[in-house]
């Protein structure tokens, strides 16, 4: 019998009311569906990183929360992430973050937590674009720490819109192309699993 999937998840976001945060949940909830997959939900507000200062790092080393976030990445076979975009870019909460978990720690090879994982990218927005512009950037930077970005993603246009009160997506169209895109990351996942066991 195949183990469970183990996925992580965050949103690059901490507000209260983030459509990142709910889209990742929404997209969390998904994956649960297709069957033996596991999403652990990491809300950001509960690691509170501080903006990389290479002085600290040289004294203190990781920040524990940074450490207790790594490990958690390690663990998990696979990432999913929910991308704010500002100016075009992802938000700096995720970009700090990512570049603590890419820091080499004891003597690890560098890059190690990313190194071939998988990433399903999501993202929503206010506005009409969905965030496409953020999530090309977000590519970029994880092509550079080696991981292994899902080729299909998710966009979410008008995201205060588009999702009701409870963090449901009210267009069917919407719920389709959301479920087919997790269900192909998770096929994707389990298929890498497969031929690397
Ligand atoms: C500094 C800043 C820049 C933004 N830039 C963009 C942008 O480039 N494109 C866009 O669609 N929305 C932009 N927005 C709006 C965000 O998409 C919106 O605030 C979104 O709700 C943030 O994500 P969250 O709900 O997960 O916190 C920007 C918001 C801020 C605060």
Known sequence: ?????????????????????????????????AGAVHVTWADLRDYP?????????????????????????QSHDALLIASPEYNGFPSPLLKNTLDWLSRPFNNEERHVVFKDKPVLLLAATRGEA???????????LLG????????????????????????????PDQQRQLADVVTAFVGHVRERQSVTA
């Open 49 to 73: 990183i501080p903006l990389y200062d290479g002085d600290y790092e040289e004294q203190f080393g990781l920040p524990p929360a940074a450490l207790k976030l790594r490990s958690l990445l």
């Open 1 to 33: 019998m195949t183990r469970p999937l183990n996925i992580l998840a965050f949103a690059g976001s901490t507000r209260n009311e983030s459509l990142n945060k709910k889209l990742a949940v929404l997209a969390s909830e998904t994956a649960e569906t």
């Open 144 to 171: 550079n720490l080696k991981a292994a970005s899902f080729e299909q993603e998710f966009v979410l246009p008008k995201g205060n819109e588009a999702l009701d009160a409870l963090g449901r997506l009210r267009d």
């Open 130 to 140: 969905g965030g496409r512009r953020g999530l090309a950037q977000l590519r970029l």
